[in-house]
Each structure stands twice: as C-alpha cells, then as structure tokens.
C-alpha cells in the first residue's frame, strides 16, 4: 500500500498578521543560523532559525526575530544580499518591491545604522527581484512594464532590457556574474549577456501564461517554470522545448522553486484557492510528488540553503515542511 504523502508542516511558527512573502536568505550567514525574512503589518520581520535536522539539541525550530523594519507599502517580493552575515560586525541587507513600482534596499548593523535607499524607474507592478549573486552590489528586477532593470545600487545607475511581455521572474547565475534568466509571462525565458545586454539562449514553455520559472543554482543546464496547470522542466543543452512536463494542480500552478540542496528536488505551490493552497514537492525519479501540504491561503514559498526544507506564509504563521532528499 502507497503511503499518503499528505501531510501537516513539519515545523510551524506564529507571526502577528498574515504573511504574503517569506524568504529564506540563500546564503551563508557567516554562523549556523539561517536568516529567513518575511512581511508583516507594514514590516518585514528579519529572523534567524535552526532546526533539529541542524542542530540535535533543539526541539523543533529555533526562531529568533532580530528586527522588524517599517515598510509602509505592502511587500509585493523580496531578496536578500549575499553581504547579509551574522559574524564580526552584523550586516543585513535586503531589498523589497511593492505596488509604488518602487525598489527599497535596507542596510542594518541591527544597531543604530539603519538606511533605506528608494530606487525608481519602474512604470508598473515589480514581479521578482534578485541580488548579483557574488558580490550583491548589483540587482535585477522585471516587471509589468515589459522592462528588467540592472540596478548598480552603489553607482545610482541602471541598464533596462526590453521584454516582448511583463517580466515575470529573474535568475542570476551563481558564478558567472555576466549571466541571467529572464522569464516572461507570454511563455519565453531568455538568458541573457549583460556585457552587451543581447538574448544569448532562449527557451519555449509552448503556453503561456507562465507564472514562475526558477534556474536550478545546483546544476545551471536545468531550467524549470509552472504555467497553466503544469510544471516544465528544461534541460538547456538539449533544446528549447521541455524535457518534461506535467500536470500538477487543478486551481493553476502559482510558484516553482528549486531545492537549493538537491538537483532533483523542488516545489510548487498552486494559486491560493477558495479555501486552501497547495504545496507539492517534487523529486525527478518519482512519478507522483513525494509531499503533499495544504495550507488555508498560503502565500510565497522559499528554500531552505542547505536543508530538503521549505516555508510557505500563511495566516498568521509560516509553515515548514521537511522532505527527503
């Protein structure tokens, strides 16, 4: 008899509103804890966690929140920058996106220094945002505006890449700076120069729209993307189209989101239904998905940076599930 896969989170934490964007930050934090951000009634909350799987001594999810920054709009996305560390002097650093159409970079010692930089240009809704991976003094954000913008934040300057429809999400390759994905609502990814800003590859979902895509950072020839109802998983050396395809949620695919712990593993959430969203994850040699949550109007979805773990917001709470590798 098959084992249900259905199951409760693995790891809960009560937060004081409902949370719409919740973001593990990929990288290291200088220390064991993993910092992880989420927004709140105009704030978004900056905590450190630890879990079991990390640490045996602990029972359930060690979560302490460090700061709650003001932010008057609600966060539509959020990343984090890779000079965001724990050790020495603490550093965090973050930038949001909400409906003003308008980038806020906040820098913290979580002392006194606590700076907020507004970046604009941006003529309609901001979909994703990502940080340059190696050295975080670059980021990238797409929008409706049919526009992804590179912003130099030190520097105060951007370059702006014109897309055949709205930006829906953005990649940054993890070593070659000079690199990023671009994914549109009308179906296409395209992988981009930056040095003389042209479309180097470009890959072909054959429906649209096309509601999340994310670059597999643990193998980079590995592209994957939900639309309709569907996961669509490339292999970029072989062709345009997808390698694989499958139905996945009945109410429409929302968010895809690659382990970044396993090449194999990663997650999709459907669009918040009536009642409750949907969690699934999914593993390459399985047919069916390996874990099944449900969460009453779930929302966002990230990656734990080295566990098979990943946190969805909800009312009120965010919600972990563990899978297995």
């Known amino acids: 008899m098959q084992e249900d896969p259905s199951r409760s989170p693995t790891y809960t934490v009560a937060c004081d509103d409902y949370v719409h964007v919740v973001e593990f930050s990929p990288f290291s934090s200088g220390t064991p804890l993993s910092l992880l951000a989420y927004d709140g009634n105009q704030h978004v909350v900056v905590a450190t966690c630890l879990f ?143 040095v003389n800003q042209q479309a180097i590859l470009s890959l072909d979902c054959g429906q649209s729209p096309l509601m999340s895509a994310d670059w597999c950072l643990v193998n980079t020839i590995k592209v994957g993307a939900v639309a309709g109802n569907d996961w669509l998983i490339w292999d970029t050396t072989r062709s345009s189209y997808p390698q694989e395809k499958r139905p996945a949620h009945v109410d429409k695919a929302r968010l895809f989101k690659w382990s970044r712990a396993n090449e194999k593993l990663f997650a999709t959430t459907g669009c918040p239904g009536k009642v409750n969203s949907q969690l699934l994850i999914h593993h390459l040699s399985h047919q069916q998905p390996v874990t099944i949550g449900s969460v009453s109007v779930g929302s966002g979805l990230s990656w734990h940076r080295t566990l098979p773990l990943c946190v969805i917001g909800a009312d009120r709470k965010l919600c972990f599930w563990m899978t297995e590798m």
């Open 52 to 194: 079991p799987e990390e640490d045996m001594e602990i029972d359930g999810v060690d979560f302490n929140v460090l700061n709650a920054f003001h932010h008057e709009l609600r966060v539509d996305t959020l990343a984090w920058s890779p000079e965001s560390r724990l050790d020495g002097i603490p550093t965090i650093r973050f930038c949001t996106a909400a409906a003003d159409g308008k980038l806020r970079l906040f820098t913290s010692d979580l002392q006194d220094r606590q700076e907020v930089k507004l970046m604009e240009g941006h003529t309609s809704y901001i979909n994703h945002l990502v940080f340059e991976p190696t050295e975080g003094k670059q980021i990238a954000s797409v929008s409706d505006d049919h526009t992804c913008r590179v912003w130099d934040w030190e520097a105060n300057e951007s370059i702006t890449l014109q897309l055949r429809s709205p930006g829906i999400s953005v990649c940054w390759h993890p070593e070659e700076v000079f690199k990023l994905m671009v994914a549109e609502k009308k179906g296409t990814i395209r992988f981009y120069d930056l």
